[in-house]
């Protein structure tokens, strides 16, 4: 029987607020999800080399907006029925049908999303609208996952190996490829093993008390995590996924 409802939905990535509290929210997330930190690491430099305008799809609560420089001008798009599906709406977006992007031709210096592409199904009409909207040589940063599991079900059709991203992009319109792996198998690992955790400390009274005597291999393990993530220990024939970086011809 194919499934349609998640059994454990993960908490919301939100920006962080104005008070202390909510920055600490905001650190703990990313701090313990490597697949967050694993794109942040990435998506925050190429963020603050940028100017004009930007385009986030598949924005949510924006919560990478506020790494976004000043002299930018910020546009979010996002699929008309989040608020019924995932109950949220953000400021300075445009909602739409999921197929066309309301923009016209040639609008945007730069594009970005994260973890949206493997939950849409046409991927070549897809990223077809993001080179439209893009201007001559504008810039395309985007990330998919791997190795995560199947989430915000139904709605999760795609996982992409590099050779799978660059016959698509290319067939996009786009050039100056580059793939960055996120992490190692011995990432994927510590993250599977961290994810079981986490689902345990959410769970019935006999589960919380296993991920509670859990907790120490779990610190152990996400400081593994981390460090195997940035300095690339293990093996990049498997990962948590990947960060591409691109541009219309």
Not at 24 to 34: M, P, T, V
């Amino acid at each position: 029987m194919i499934q349609y409802h998640e059994q454990h939905s993960p908490p919301p990535n939100l920006p962080p607020g104005g008070n202390l509290q909510s920055r600490l929210k905001y650190f703990l997330r990313i701090s313990l999800d490597l697949m967050i930190s694993s794109v942040l690491r990435h998506l925050h430099p190429w963020l603050s080399t940028k100017s004009g305008t930007i385009l986030e799809v598949g924005c949510g609560l924006q919560p990478y907006r506020h790494l976004i420089p000043d002299n930018c001008t910020y546009q979010g798009l996002d699929w008309e029925k989040a608020d019924q599906v995932f109950d949220y709406m953000a400021p300075n977006t445009i909602y739409y049908d999921g197929l066309k992007f309301p923009f016209p031709n040639n609008e945007f210096e730069s594009l970005f999303h994260t973890e949206v592409l493997e939950h849409i199904y046409n991927t070549n009409l897809f990223l077809s609208e993001c080179n439209r909207v893009l201007k001559n040589n504008g810039l395309l940063f985007f990330s998919v996952p791997f190795q995560a599991r199947y989430h915000y079900i139904p709605n999760d059709y795609w996982r992409f190996t590099p050779a799978s991203l660059e016959i698509i992009l290319r067939n996009s319109g786009f050039n100056n490829i580059k793939i960055i792996n996120r992490g190692t198998d011995i990432t994927v690992a510590a993250y599977k093993v961290l994810s079981i955790i986490y689902r345990w400390l959410r769970g019935n009274l006999f589960e919380k008390f296993l991920g509670f005597i859990s907790i120490p291999v779990g610190v152990f393990l996400l400081i593994i995590g981390h460090c195997t993530e940035r300095w690339e220990i293990g093996s990049r024939d498997d990962s948590l996924g990947y960060c591409i970086i691109c541009q219309k011809n």
